[in-house]
């Protein structure tokens, strides 16, 4: 079993920056495949970044890439997502996922454990 908790969210300015952090314990980190997906009111929860087991490979959303980026420290088994440039369009329930067994992925299905979500919101 893997735990997931989430820190670091909170209202931001347009234009600001965040930094999400995600703790897990229960498993031997490095081999987790991590990820961000967030969930915004009335919509379905959408992918924002991955990174692979080693931290090297990593993935964007479209609409977040080139503003936001992830990266991880194994050492301190943990996940982070540096948020840069926010939009109003950021806000929403950001969560941390884990998936076994694989190198890096980007679809929801594929994790197997989830964080319970911080909240994000940007104001215009």
């Known amino acids: 079993q893997v735990r997931l908790v989430e820190s670091g969210g909170g209202l931001v300015q347009a234009g600001g920056s965040l930094r999400l952090s995600c703790a897990a314990s229960?498993?031997?980190?490095?081999?987790?495949?991590m990820g961000w997906f967030r969930q915004a009111p009335g919509k379905e929860r959408e992918f924002v970044a991955a990174?692979?087991?080693?931290?090297?490979?990593?993935s964007y959303a479209d609409s977040v890439k080139g503003r936001f980026t992830i990266s991880r420290d194994n050492a301190k088994n943990t996940v982070y997502l540096q948020m840069n440039s926010r939009k109003p369009e950021d806000t929403a329930v950001y969560y941390c996922a884990a998936s076994v067994g694989r190198p890096i992925t980007t679809v929801r299905s594929t994790y197997d454990y989830w964080g319970q979500g911080t909240q994000v919101t940007v104001s215009s």
């Open positions: 990174i692979s087991r080693s931290g090297g490979p990593t």
């Open positions: 229960g498993r031997t980190f490095s081999s987790l495949a």
